[in-house]
């Protein structure tokens, strides 16, 4: 991968704040939008969620699941070009009070300061999930294979 694409993956992690996170519900794919935050070499994305979520439920049962973080659609033609990181990962549950959980919800207030008052509900949690690879598309015939490697080495630039 080239020192652009690399900037540019970088970029869209950083800059974006929500993901589509994929879970396995009944044997069949499901997808739902969360808000994200990430460590800062990438080697952990973060998301919030009820216990009550569909999705919450489903990364109890099955660990695997997956993140896409997209550009923004601004309108272009062809939409197959928009700049896109899918990230294959295990998700593991974080508990109020664990190790770690105050900086993650500094970090997640900072930048969702409306979130505030999901903090105050018993049924949210944080959830890690480490990725193991992925595919990033960084534009036209530029399409990369990722590995957990490769994020640590993107989140320098």
Same mark, same amino acid.
């Given at each position: %991968?080239?020192?652009q694409s690399e900037k540019v993956l970088a970029q869209i992690i950083r800059g974006? /704040? ?11 794919? +499901?997808? =739902? %939008?969360?808000? &994200?935050?990430?460590?800062?070499? *990438? ?5 919030? @969620?009820?216990?009550?979520? +569909?999705?919450?439920v489903d990364m109890q049962k099955k660990k ?18 928009? @700049?896109?990181? =899918?990230? /294959?990962?295990?998700?593991? +549950?974080?508990?109020?009070?664990? $190790?770690? &959980? %105050? ?9 969702? $300061?409306? =979130? ?14 480490? $990725?193991?690879?992925?595919? &990033? ?6 399409? &990369? ?5 490769? *994020?640590?080495? @993107?989140?320098?630039?």
């Open positions: %991968m080239d020192a974006t /704040r929500i993901a589509t996170l994929g879970t396995i519900r009944d044997e069949t794919p +499901q997808v =739902s %939008m969360v808000a &994200y935050i990430f460590a800062e070499d *990438f080697s952990a994305f973060y998301i919030f @969620v009820s216990r009550l979520a +569909q999705h919450t695997e699941v997956s993140l896409l973080i997209c550009e923004t659609d601004d309108g272009r033609s062809d939409p197959q070009t928009l @700049v896109r990181v =899918s990230i /294959r990962g295990k998700a593991e +549950q974080i508990e109020n009070g664990a $190790p770690g &959980y %105050m900086p993650l919800k500094k970090q997640y207030l900072e930048r969702f $300061p409306e =979130s505030e008052q999901l903090f105050k509900l018993a049924d949210f949690n944080f959830w890690r999930i480490t $990725p193991k690879g992925g595919r &990033y598309v960084a534009g036209f015939a530029k399409a &990369y294979n990722i590995t957990a490697e490769t *994020f640590k080495e @993107v989140s320098e630039r």
